[in-house]
């Protein structure tokens, strides 16, 4: 028979409690999302997202080419309505981060991945990765539990993104 100490117990305890993780995301790298690139989910963008999560939050993970094999007319519909091509997508977040509109991508992704409009998405995360010469985009969006205490981060320096 094994019996555990008052401390062992509530570590395992907390170990049960302990959240999900999300993938550890690339840092950004120039030129690496092009025909020689070689990233893989390196951070494009992020807002409000975790590094770890709990039960009670949400997350929603799609890559661009399962809704594009899924849905390529709504794929076309929601890049002709933000004026950029999947080639250009890159560019035009930077200019969002730039101009600080970080609503203008949480519009676009929401729609894009046809996201539940009863959640409350609170956070969202691009990451990129270069497959056989072409770009696959990881959209992610996160919602977080009001009562929870879990932490988010935006931008690149940070625990979600290796270095």
């Known amino acids: 028979m094994i019996v555990l100490g008052q401390s062992f117990k509530k570590l395992l305890v907390m170990k049960k409690i302990v959240e ?27 807002y409000q997202f975790p590094w770890e999560f709990s039960d009670s939050e949400k997350l929603l993970t799609l890559d661009s080419d399962q809704i594009e094999e899924a849905d390529a007319d709504h794929v076309k519909k929601c890049f002709k309505e ?18 600080k509109d970080e609503a203008k991508i949480f519009i676009f992704l929401k729609k894009i991945m046809k996201a539940d409009e009863s959640i409350a998405w609170t ?16 959209w992610q969006l996160f919602a977080k539990d009001p009562q929870g205490d879990t932490k988010v981060y935006t931008g690149d320096n940070t625990r979600n993104v290796g270095r």
């Open 82 to 99: 933000l004026g950029v091509t999947p080639r250009t997508l890159e560019c035009w977040l930077r200019k969002c981060a730039q101009d």
């Open 123 to 138: 956070g969202w995360r691009i990451m990129g990765s270069a497959l056989g010469g072409r770009c696959v985009f990881t």
């Open 20 to 46: 999900k993780r999300v993938v550890l995301a690339e840092a950004y790298r120039h030129s690496a999302l092009g025909p020689q690139g070689n990233a893989n989910y390196m951070l494009l963008r992020q």
